[in-house]
């Protein structure tokens, strides 16, 4: 990486492509005391340039721990904004989203972590980008690496919480999500479906929130057609779920 990316420190940039941890842990340490000191003295835009190193240059990358480093770095960003993170929520998570279809499976588990630590900082702010988050954990969970599929569960399970949190989500995009997957021969896109779906009908049984219960009420017609397809799944993991 030559060229300047002030105010980050040339040392920062290097240990943040680097292939040991406790350069990268260096490197998002500085990054997160540098993001403090601008959100403390309300420079935004200074914030905003930061993050767009790391999404464009980083991320779009050709070598691939560059991009891992790109994602240490957004993640890093959240961090270090802490709840302020929702004023730049967007431009944090989609390209964080982005690299779910990353080639490497390496970049694809780094960005299922770097997606888990900024949804434990932005928690309800992520429900604002549902159909995209759900999307990629999808892809995640029947990923084809073994390392990537468990870090992408972790994401579902945050995921899940913090609907259960907020029981103000419009879940329309979820059901639709699990109907363009009914059909798929990967067990664990199928075991995913299933779960989504029980946790439907447990949120329209137990919430009291109407906006929720609508929204599944309104939809139950697919989701019933998801427990039917799903219950005659002939895996032993997917009839154990059903």
Not at 73 to 101: C, K, Q
Not at 131 to 143: P, Q, T
Request: glycine share 4%; with cysteine.
């Amino acid at each position: 990486m030559d060229r300047d990316y002030a105010p980050l420190s040339s040392s920062c940039v290097k240990n943040l492509v680097d292939k040991l941890f406790d350069k990268r842990k260096l490197a998002s340490q500085e990054i997160e005391r540098v993001v403090k000191d601008y959100i403390s003295q309300d420079k935004l835009s200074d914030i905003s340039r930061i993050i767009g190193y790391f999404s464009q240059d980083f991320i779009q990358s050709a070598n691939p721990h560059t991009r891992k480093g790109g994602l240490f770095g957004l993640a890093s960003v959240a961090i270090g904004l802490n709840e302020d993170a929702r004023f730049f929520h967007g431009p944090i998570i989609l390209p964080i989203i982005r690299t779910f279809h990353d080639n490497d499976p390496r970049v694809r588990h780094y960005a299922c972590e770097a997606l888990f630590n900024v949804m434990k900082i932005t928690r309800k702010e992520t429900l604002n980008y549902l159909s995209d988050v759900l999307d990629a954990i999808s892809r995640g969970v029947s990923d084809s690496d073994s390392s990537v599929r468990p870090s992408a569960l972790q994401c579902d399970r945050l995921l899940k919480e913090i609907i259960m949190e907020t029981e103000v989500c419009d879940l329309t995009d979820i059901v639709l999500l699990l109907k363009e997957r009914i059909y798929t021969n990967n067990p664990y896109t199928r075991q995913f479906i299933v779960s989504w779906v029980s946790h439907l009908v447990y949120w329209v049984m137990n919430f009291s929130n109407t906006s929720m219960q609508v929204s599944v009420i309104i939809n139950w017609a697919s989701i019933q057609y998801c427990i039917y397809s799903t219950s005659i799944d002939r895996s032993s993991a997917g009839q154990k779920r059903c």
